[in-house]
């Protein structure tokens, strides 16, 4: 009997998708469902960036292209992203790729050998934990702990879990699924233990400008930090364009080099007429980038204002991302149930509100004993927002 490799027992997935399947299997039932579960964005690609597509695909730009991204894209990338971080890049700096989590895998293979460490952050897109292990590192969590603006950074646990052995941090700021941000204290000190330790740092900046206050920060543009630092980009969250996958690392030049050489072997290239379109979303009109930052902060103020309704219930407004992470161990200790999963099955059959939990954001470190569920508002309009946690908030006062 043929065997599979041993390495797939080892690989995970994107657990928000298999939420997406009882919803939908929920509805295909004949049943509303009010879908907070997956960070997808119902708000079109802008006329625009499709139009550009659509020209570089009659203008027959459909065949390959070099592997670390057309010049053009790389240029625009470079000009755009340094500007807004306060960094000179160069194209060269700049590998494009079919959307963002191409980068973590791919930095990971440029850095991680077998049975060294990779510190993460848990809860946190559950593709970081994925990646190392089945590559064969070590995935070393670091836990965040709530505060009245959030959650922050235990920084003491990351310089606990240091050692010779550590060869990187991943370190998301303006964070799915908690939509934690840093202090400029916060960004510095892990700056710091970067530097101490020589370790290679992924920025995970995919929610960068999907901000309503405030200025995002790169902890690339700290002194220093340039030379270890990749970024991983995305045009999925900032021009609504999830389904086109494209994205891009920004990294030292001799991590670039080996990151276009993996592009090669893995998938040629990103899809030529696609890139075309990312150079329009970057240099073309940028309106609809703050319509519909008007559109999610509309969203993001009605569901915080129903979810602190809720006795037992409190989430800090967030300033970035698309996400919302309320603890509800009150909730669940008032309606009898001890594990999140369960209440989070019964509230889709019972309200129709779909969500994910902390469970799918990582494995549970040791002395975690709060709940949370995580709201994620891109995928659904106000009237749904205020009509299904509206309901989620009735069966929760009248259990």
């Known amino acids: 009997m043929q065997q599979l490799a041993h390495r797939l027992k080892r690989l995970g997935t994107e657990t928000a998708f298999s939420v997406a399947q009882a919803a939908a299997s929920w509805k295909a039932q004949g049943n509303l469902v009010y879908p907070f579960h997956l960070g997808d964005i119902n708000i079109p690609t802008a006329p625009h960036i499709v139009e550009a597509m659509n020209r570089a695909i009659a203008d027959g730009y459909t065949g390959y292209c070099p592997g670390p991204g057309i010049p053009q894209l790389r240029e625009a990338l470079a000009e755009d992203l340094g500007s807004r971080r306060g960094i000179t890049f160069s194209p060269d700096n700049v590998v494009v790729m079919t959307g963002g989590k191409p980068v973590i895998t791919k930095f990971l293979q440029a850095v991680l050998n077998p049975g060294q460490d990779v510190l993460y952050p848990n809860p946190g897109f559950p593709i970081y934990e994925s990646q190392i292990e089945y590559l064969g590192g070590n995935a070393v969590p670091y836990r965040y702990v709530p505060t009245d603006a959030g959650f922050a950074i235990d920084l003491d646990q990351v310089r606990a879990s240091i050692t010779k052995n550590t060869v990187a941090i991943i370190y998301n700021d303006?964070?799915?699924?908690?939509?934690?941000?840093s202090t400029a204290a916060e960004r510095e000190a892990i700056a710091l233990i970067a530097q101490e330790h020589d370790l290679w740092i992924l920025s995970d900046e995919a929610y960068f400008e999907t901000r309503y206050e405030g200025v995002s920060q790169s902890i690339a543009s700290l002194p220093g930090m340039a030379e270890?630092?990749?970024?991983?980009?995305?045009?999925?969250?900032?021009?609504?364009?999830?389904?086109?996958?494209?994205?891009?690392?920004?990294?030292?030049?001799?991590?670039?080099?080996?990151?276009?050489?993996?592009?090669?072997?893995?998938?040629?290239?990103?899809?030529h007429y696609v890139q075309w379109a990312g150079i329009e979303a970057l240099r073309g009109p940028q309106e609809p980038v703050q319509q519909m930052l008007d559109i999610l902060c509309e969203r993001r103020d009605a569901a915080c204002d129903l979810v602190n309704a809720v006795p037992g219930m409190h989430v800090a407004v967030p300033q970035s991302t698309f996400y919302l992470f309320p603890d509800v161990t009150e909730v669940?200790?008032?309606?009898?149930?001890?594990?999140?999963?369960?209440?989070?099955?019964?509230?889709?059959?019972?309200?129709?509100v779909s969500f994910c939990t902390r469970e799918h954001f990582g494995r549970r470190q040791h002395g975690e004993d709060r709940q949370y569920i995580r709201l994620a508002y891109s995928g659904i309009d106000v009237t749904n927002i205020r009509e299904g946690l509206g309901r989620l908030c009735e069966w929760i006062e009248t259990a």
Do not use: H, W
């Open 174 to 181: 303006l964070q799915n699924p908690i939509s934690a941000e």
């Open 228 to 271: 270890r630092t990749v970024i991983l980009y995305t045009f999925s969250k900032k021009f609504a364009m999830t389904g086109s996958r494209l994205g891009c690392a920004v990294a030292p030049l001799e991590i670039a080099r080996v990151l276009g050489t993996l592009n090669t072997n893995d998938e040629s290239c990103t899809t």
């Open 332 to 352: 669940m200790e008032r309606m009898g149930f001890t594990a999140v999963g369960a209440f989070a099955t019964e509230a889709l059959r019972k309200t129709g």
